[in-house]
């Protein structure tokens, strides 16, 4: 049954909207789950200083920027506060025997990859349905910062950009196009998907854009630069909401249906680069060339997202032709639920993510 009048169209946004905060909610990871992983990361913790004393285990991905559902992947990044520490590959055979003898995690170290990491699980029980699954790495001092910037965008507006996200993640899922290691994207590609259309497509914005905005105190330079890149970005949000509010008011419905609209149809996939640093950047700006690698002849940059500090690497430079057709036919999918004009929210939201 078409919806005719304007009353009904806003009676269905407001039903979606409702929906959606619904349908996130009751994927959040409980309480337990938080405080069980935090045990994890404790454990492992004590366990890596008997090798490297001077270490900190830190989290990092969505256990720690906000974004997080039940049962998501854990990331740790092992910091070392010493000069004389031993190199990433060493520590990660180090480690790997260390976890293996120790603890009832399953372990993996690939100490030859190219971030070197340990892959540990920790198979289902009673108290923990669907058991765990952590990668380790080491130094990745520009992954912590960008889960920070991450959280701050999450934290101005988070009735609209966590549930947004959130959305997004699990809808990826589902759909079966967030899988790098298959041709499409990473959660984190996703996220900054939702954050360049909310800071630079999005008239008037959702959202600021924090790595543009002039700081309030002065600033070191170790705050600025970290391996030869700029992470510095306004991080007060407290006051950020004190002084600044989105002139825009639309709902989280209206914002994820034009997210899908926009990259169906509007989205430049062939030239364009979605940078939150920058808004839409040109691939032929940046160099990104999209024949295939002379050496490895993979094919790369068929799709251009910018790292927010790392601003020469790609994130979705593993997206493949085929990956991207299949990504671009979903976001059309899902708009095609919407001009349909369905009646009931509910449904709508159910052939998403069928
Ligand atoms: N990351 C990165 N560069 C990438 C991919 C990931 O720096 N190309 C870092 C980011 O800090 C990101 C973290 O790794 O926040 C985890 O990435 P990912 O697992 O894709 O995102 P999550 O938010 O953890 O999603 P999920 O819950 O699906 O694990
Ligand atoms: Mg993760």
């Known amino acids: 049954q078409p919806r005719r009048n304007p009353s009904s169209k806003q009676r269905f946004l407001?039903?979606?909207?409702?929906?959606?905060?619904?349908?996130?909610?009751?994927?959040?990871?409980?309480?337990?789950?938080?405080?069980?992983?935090?045990?994890?990361?404790?454990?492992?913790?004590r366990l890596i200083r008997t090798i490297e004393p001077e270490s900190r285990l830190l989290s990092f991905g969505s256990t720690a920027n906000g974004f997080s559902l039940r049962n998501s992947d854990m990331d740790l990044c092992c910091l070392i506060d010493s000069d004389e520490r031993t190199t990433a590959?060493?520590?990660?055979t180090l480690l790997g025997d260390l976890l293996e003898r120790e603890t009832k995690f399953h372990v993996k170290p690939l100490p030859h990859a190219r971030i070197p990491i340990v892959k540990l699980t920790l198979d289902p029980s009673p108290g923990l349905p669907f058991g765990i699954a952590c990668d380790i790495g080491f130094e990745n001092r520009l992954a912590l910062e960008n889960t920070r910037l991450l959280m701050c965008y999450a934290m101005i507006d988070p009735a609209r950009v966590?549930?947004?996200?959130?959305?997004?993640?699990?809808?990826?899922?589902?759909?079966?196009?967030?899988?790098?290691?298959?041709?499409?994207?990473?959660?984190?590609?996703?996220?900054?998907?939702?954050?360049?259309?909310?800071i630079h497509v999005k008239n008037p914005p959702v959202l600021p854009n924090l790595q543009q905005m002039s700081p309030i105190r002065p600033v070191s330079k170790e705050e600025i630069h970290l391996n030869g890149f700029n992470i510095w970005f306004f991080d007060d949000i407290e006051l950020l909401r004190q002084r600044w509010?989105?002139?825009?008011?639309?709902?989280?419905?209206?914002?994820l249906i034009d997210f899908f609209k926009y990259f169906s149809r509007?989205?430049?996939?062939?030239?364009?680069?979605?940078?939150?640093?920058?808004?839409?950047?040109?691939?032929e700006s940046k160099g990104w060339s999209t024949e295939p690698d002379p050496i490895t002849r993979r094919e790369r940059n068929r799709f251009g997202i910018e790292d927010p500090f790392?601003?020469?690497?790609?994130?979705?430079?593993?997206?493949?032709?085929?990956?991207?057709?299949v990504i671009r036919g979903e976001f059309m999918r899902a708009s095609r639920v919407f001009s349909a004009r369905p009646e009931r929210a509910i449904v709508a939201l159910a052939q998403l993510c069928e």
Request: hydrophobic share 45%; proline share 2%; with cysteine.
């Open 89 to 92: 590959s060493n520590l990660v």
């Open 162 to 198: 966590r549930t947004m996200v959130l959305f997004l993640k699990v809808w990826s899922k589902r759909r079966r196009i967030n899988s790098p290691y298959h041709g499409t994207l990473s959660s984190y590609g996703y996220v900054l998907l939702v954050l360049y259309f909310l």
């Open 14 to 45: 407001l039903e979606f909207s409702q929906c959606l905060v619904d349908f996130v909610v009751q994927l959040l990871p409980t309480v337990e789950e938080l405080a069980v992983k935090e045990d994890v990361r404790k454990l492992l913790e």
């Open 266 to 283: 509007e989205f430049s996939y062939s030239l364009g680069v979605a940078s939150i640093r920058a808004g839409l950047l040109k691939k």
């Open 245 to 255: 509010q989105s002139a825009n008011t639309e709902t989280v419905a209206e914002l």
């Open 310 to 325: 790392e601003t020469d690497f790609n994130v979705a430079r593993c997206v493949t032709k085929e990956g991207l057709f």
